[in-house]
């Protein structure tokens, strides 16, 4: 049986129904890994038909590891079996299972994808099974990925079993994807945002396939994020004004000459408000980036020279701009390149592109600590590429609004709870207020500049006060007191 | 005038006395970048003429860079002229700075040292004088260096002018060094430890060179660190044997058999206990260390088949450790080799040789986030090479005592008023009592196993309170209170 979509010979037989799949591959006890991330290339058949199957027969105990944030189908889905879940990493989105997590009940720990994915890929977190949506199988049996390719390849060679979900809502992707995956020891090649260093077709062993399911459904509409507000307008171009400054001279200056000035533009709405920052900034950069929204691509042969991303996805009210995308996705080959996330997240081409990062965090302490995933104890957000771009980006800028949406609640804080980026990597401090420039500035100094640059005038005060009291009572390099900035935090 | 050491033709008439030296080349306003590390090749003219001269003379304003822990003679000197130093950076090991930071009077950041000589060789910190330790110029111009390399190739790229002192108190270290600086947007070669990439000596333009000092001055004893207690010999003890059973299977089984196992000892104390418990545990490994106390050495041909390290010192007690390697260094061309810290503490290097990192902290929390470099408000300790392994470390090892050494505080916290290394990237805490293994676990068990694994009994029951008290008070997926958690350390 030869399909339009599954051209290789070899997997005659093995293009079932999900539910066929399902009965045949899901372990009673087991870990099951599903591709997509930001709720994009999430497999559409196989977390239905696993709800389905799982809760009519019972039994189970699972361990569910997902590419990134996934989709309000597969969350739906999944809520039906809460009990048959034992675990979740690296990442959750919202929905029952972020309750769960936060009442305690559901194993649940945040990783960094670089890591993540290793663990994975080296064995320490075992796969049984890995679901990943395809747009094609070729003649040769090579799978041409969708839109994600986030933790596909490390899923499939954790993995004992493979079930490839072909999605012919989507044309085949062939070309935009290089789906390279490190091995131990090597030196990864890339030099340059858009190399291709490996093939464009995933090519995984014939025994490893487990079954083929055919779907047409398309992406739903998207959930994982909010449509960028005015605040986030304010932020961007804060930012891409410091950045267009820095560019203008010394070592960002010479990148800019060399045409080789790298951005990674962080997540969510705020990425998509720095997709029109950009936009008349005079600069021409590369974008070096975990997951995207797809606007970005359509800056290409303007401000954007180049893409890498380990996903592109479409914000809330942006998803014809992915149909569009997906329709004329072969004038953007060799100009958009798809990577899993070992690689879009590795330190050293992070590292040796010189990347500017910009990451949004939900709160930062005066001296720049930044927390990245915690409201209170409970987790919010993911740490998402955070962990992994900080320690090696060239320039790294923390943005975020000056106060919650309502505007009662500093993001500026004496201390976070909770520190996924500490200060040593942290260089730049951006909200609507404006920007602190951390470089050379000893603790002290970094709380004055970031209290007075980037906290709302309403908090400037308070926080001013607490600042001046700790210096009193405490004293010392980096003066604070948990007693009094939990006080702070609860006035 | 050819000299023994100085053999250079065109360096006639650079070599001159120190006092000469500071007189000719010390800016009124500036930046001076003294290399050395763990109290090792610390220049010994220089920062003397350097006090005297200041101290003479008057109205200087200088910034201080060091390439790590100085010399107990180097702090002696300029603790005459605390008025004319603003700022120094990245690390204060002790003594009037240390508290003049810890007022708040000192401008000191302490920054990750893969960064730090980042922004150095990129110039957004500028060097006015690099002041270095070397062993000879040779023929060609050409400068051996001394027993450490630390942040020397970075602060002489910075550099305007730059001052060697050769130091003929020890041999001529040919061969010992690699003194390859990254350049930016390149590959690191580095595939092996002792993998050398670039020169054994030091090629710098002429013109940069601005005095040559001779000095016959030796090592004095070392103050930076303490000697080894018992119980770091027992940390040290239950963390090899952690690795020895990682190494007896999976991913670290494979390194094992295919010879590549290596580890990072952390530094101080610690190191040293490490040294000695690696013996017998029948394991073979290469270590790529940032600074390493100089007795690893010796397990050369032993339990060690290689060491990379950007400087060798020898602990208190353990000076005859560092004359005897010097003596002998030949016997150790090509198993050791010498880098700067740009190299040593390079993530991409770092992730590519699968490095086992054990790094000593301060204080974990029940979470397993680690303070490296704060008590209270002030200063302790450097944040040294942790946030430059953690983030890249294929197995990520915090030891430390579960207890300061009176036995009178727990080091296991409710929270931590400083985090250096979040919790993302730690796998393991190790203490005197016992190993967490916290890899695949959610937060709440995390803290139990840290508290029940880790913590000293006398303490263990008053963390269980407090975590039961904050998961039925505040839940969530990491529950914690800012005022709980600054009253418990309080009592």
Redesign the interface.
């Known amino acids: 049986m030869v399909m339009d979509r599954v051209k290789c010979g070899l997997l005659d037989g093995l293009v079932m129904d999900a539910s066929d799949a399902v009965r045949r591959l899901v372990p009673r006890v087991g870990t099951i890994a599903t591709g997509g991330m930001s709720g994009v290339a999430v497999p559409k058949e196989f977390p239905r038909a696993l709800a389905d199957y799982v809760g009519e027969v019972g039994g189970f105990s699972l361990t569910l590891l997902t590419g990134g944030a996934t989709s309000a189908a597969y969350e739906d889905a999944l809520s039906r079996i809460p009990n048959a879940v034992r ?1 979740r ?1 690296p990442y959750l989105s919202g929905g029952l299972y972020k309750e769960l ?4 009940s ?7 994808l670089n ?1 993540f994915n ?2 994975v890929r ?4 075992k796969v049984d099974l890995a679901v990943f949506e395809a747009t094609a199988v070729m003649d040769d049996c090579g799978v041409v990925p969708s839109i994600s390719l986030d933790a596909v390849p490390s899923f499939i060679q954790g993995a004992d079993k493979v079930v490839i979900e072909v999605n012919e809502s989507k044309p085949v992707l062939e070309g935009l994807h290089d789906t390279y995956s490190p091995g ?4 990864i ?1 890339i ?1 340059n945002v858009t190399d291709r260093v490996g093939g464009a077709r995933i090519m995984l062993p014939r025994e490893k396939i487990g079954a083929v399911i055919i779907t047409n459904a398309g992406e739903g509409v998207t959930k994982s994020y909010k449509p960028p507000a005015r605040v986030e307008s304010e932020i961007a171009e804060k930012a891409v004004e410091f950045m267009a400054e820095e560019a203008g001279r ?2 960002f200056g010479r ?1 800019r000459e060399a045409g ?1 000035l790298v951005m990674q533009p962080g997540g969510g709405p705020l990425a998509s408000a720095l997709a029109d920052a950009v936009q008349g900034s005079g600069l021409s950069l590369g974008v070096w980036a975990e997951t995207l929204p797809v606007k970005w691509t359509e800056l290409i042969g303007g401000p954007i020279n180049g893409i890498s991303a380990s996903a592109l996805y479409a914000l809330p009210g942006e998803e014809p701009r992915l149909d569009k995308f997906l329709g004329d996705y072969r004038d953007f080959v060799g100009r958009v390149v798809i990577r899993g996330q070992e690689v879009s997240n ?3 081409v992070i ?4 990347v500017i990062s910009i990451q949004q965090a939900l709160e930062v302490d005066i001296y720049g ?1 930044a927390n990245i995933s ?1 409201i ?4 919010y957000n993911g ?1 998402g590429g955070s ?2 771009f900080a ?2 980006a ?1 320039l790294l800028i923390i943005a975020l609004p000056s106060t919650t949406s309502d505007g009662l609640v500093s993001r500026i804080v004496p ?1 976070t ?6 200060e ?2 942290v260089d730049v401090v951006v909200t609507e207020q404006g920007v602190a420039d951390l ?8 709380a004055r500049a970031i209290i007075e640059n980037c906290a709302h005038p309403r908090f400037r005060d308070g926080l001013l006060k607490y600042y001046e009291a ?2 009193e009572r ?14 702070w ?2 006035d």
């Not at 997590?101 to 305690?104: D, E, F, L, V």
């Not at 080296?122 to 977190?125: K, L, V």
Request: net charge positive; hydrophobic share 30%; glycine share 16%.
């Open positions: 675990a990493y997590a936060n009442r305690g559901l194993s649940f720990f945040d990783y960094g890591k290793k663990l080296r064995g320490f977190i131990d020891g090597e030196v090649p030099r010394g070592f990148l080789r590795n330190p050293e590292q040796r592109l010189g600590n915690h209170g104890g409970d987790v740490v962990v992994d320690p090696s060239s201390a709870g909770h520190v996924d980026v500490p040593h990597y470089r050379g500035l000893p603790p002290r100094d970094r700790v210096v405490r004293g010392g390099h980096e003066p604070y007191d948990l007693g009094l900035a939990g006080k935090l609860n």
